[in-house]
């Protein structure tokens, strides 16, 4: 063979590859169109949430162009998109049944009755945790305000108890360093809940 014949054949495999690809994106375009509506259809009965649905079969649809050869290659891709999306909409109420959990065991731990604050004290102890990091602030008022366990508030956190510990210990240093000892003294006597 000469090499112009192949140059013609390496041609002639880049214009397949390049239609191949062009076939595949034509191919994605149409099952989108003909199945998008159904799929936001079904993440909306399963998850009972209008403005999830829409979000959910995106994802699904994203995740099946990820795919695409092996989905179009499925004897029902229609169903295999189906399956994506129950198993995505699982996720987002499993995701939501967790918050709930953290919101319900917040809330739960929260006692009715406090005694009068001592004020200027709670303004600041207060001003004092706004200067902390998010999740030194968290560790402090779950464990000292809330009385959680170092669990509970590692659970309610979504980290590790070592995490709770390393960050309590931390944030209570640098309150001690701005209220002296006398943070303290009202983050365990909680006067600075109101």
């Known amino acids: 063979m000469t090499s112009s014949h192949a140059v013609r054949d390496d041609a002639r495999e880049g ?3 390049g239609t ?3 076939d595949a994106a034509t191919e994605f ?3 989108f169109e003909r199945h998008y509506a159904e799929l ?3 993440a909306h009965l399963l998850t009972g949430e209008a403005d999830a649905a829409d979000d959910i079969a995106a994802d699904a649809l994203l995740a099946l ?3 695409w050869d092996r ?10 998109a189906r399956g994506v999306v129950a198993n995505l909409a699982r996720s987002r109420i499993r995701s939501a049944v967790r918050e709930r959990r953290r919101i319900a065991l917040f809330w739960s731990q929260i006692s009715p009755h406090t005694d009068g604050p001592d004020i200027p004290s709670v303004v600041d102890v207060q001003g004092a945790l706004r200067t902390l990091p998010f999740r ?13 366990s170092e669990r509970d508030t590692a659970l309610a956190l979504g980290i590790s108890v070592g995490t709770v510990k390393s960050q309590t210990s931390k ?15 009202h983050l365990v006597g909680k006067t600075w809940t109101s």
């Open 40 to 42: 936001a259809r079904l």
């Open 20 to 22: 191949s690809a062009d």
């Open 65 to 67: 162009w990820h795919r």
């Open 71 to 80: 989905v179009r290659a499925a004897e029902h891709p229609a169903a295999y």
């Open 171 to 185: 944030a209570m240093a640098q309150l001690e360093r701005l209220l002296g000892n006398r943070a303290a003294t």
């Open 29 to 31: 375009h149409d099952f």
């Open 136 to 148: 030194k602030r968290a560790c402090v008022v779950l464990r000292h305000a809330f009385d959680l």
């Open 15 to 17: 214009d397949a590859v």
